[in-house]
């Protein structure tokens, strides 16, 4: 049996198909099972079998039809972190207000990290000139029911002007932790959001041609006055009940190929 297996490993090529030769001879294979006859080649083409997810199926590549869409729109900018990765900015950082739509790809548990500004000027908290006080609001939809309401964590780092004095107006400034998007960020201490409805933040016009539905604009105690705030949610499952496949190890296994599409487009 020695000496077959020697044979073998010349001519063979795939760790599967020495598994098989080797349940058809009544043997258990395994690359430890043998090791002073099985050559590296093997054990890492062993080490190399399609992974398999949390619901046990081989692992294959994503499609988009694993992804899902996230509707967000902010006053006036944001970015968001998701599971400690930057995974949106806001094109915009002032006017006109706009929607961002993007596909995710989601992971579960999911850790969401959100900066929003509202556009002011550092040193006075005003806008247009230090002529108006503005005011904040942020909102979001993802497709899996993900969506932003009064269970989120949100904090304020920078408020003014003070006393809303427009006068002799300032601002006040907390330091920002390096770390406020990481998963394992602590927010135990932070306040839970503020809901606001939309003749308080009074969205333009991209935000209803948009899905919303079912999520709550969302800011700090002060909608006014805070121009700087950081809001946190952790999503343990899907909302909408929907198994999804863990896609979050991706990187480090070999794949299976997905089922390839008709490239040659619909019939004309």
């Known amino acids: 049996m020695k000496t077959l297996l020697i044979a073998l490993n010349r001519h063979m090529t795939s760790a599967r198909a020495l598994h098989c030769i080797c349940l058809a001879a009544g043997l258990a294979f395994s690359a430890w099972t043998f090791p002073d006859i099985l050559p590296d080649i093997f054990r890492a083409a062993v080490a190399q079998e399609p ?8 692992l294959r590549k994503p499609s988009m039809a694993d992804t899902i869409r996230a509707n967000i729109y902010a006053d006036n900018w ?3 972190y998701i599971n400690g990765e930057l995974a949106v900015v806001d094109s915009i950082q002032f006017i006109p207000h706009n929607v ?28 247009y000139a230090n002529t108006n006080i503005g005011d904040g609001g942020f909102i979001l939809k993802f497709a899996d029911g993900t969506v932003t309401d009064a269970s989120w964590k949100a904090k304020s780092f920078s408020t003014g002007p003070i006393g809303a004095d427009t006068k002799n107006p300032r601002v006040e400034n907390t330091p920002v932790p390096e770390n406020w998007f990481a998963v394992d960020f602590d927010d135990n201490t932070w306040p839970n959001a503020k809901e606001y409805s939309e003749d308080e933040v009074k969205p333009k016009q991209p935000y209803y041609d948009n899905d919303f539905q079912g999520a709550k604009f969302i800011w700090s105690n002060d909608v006014k006055l805070d121009n700087l705030v950081l809001f946190r949610k952790k999503v343990i499952s899907p909302p909408d009940g929907k198994e999804r ?23 004309r």
């Open 100 to 127: 961002i739509s993007v596909d995710l790809l989601p992971t579960y548990p999911m850790t969401l990290a959100v900066m929003a500004r509202d556009n002011a000027d550092p040193k006075t908290g005003m806008e």
């Open 78 to 80: 944001f970015m968001l």
């Open 245 to 267: 496949i863990d896609f979050s190890n991706l990187n480090n296994i070999v794949p299976e190929q997905p089922p390839r599409g008709d490239r040659r487009g619909p019939p």
């Open 51 to 58: 992974s398999k997810s949390k619901q046990g199926a081989k």
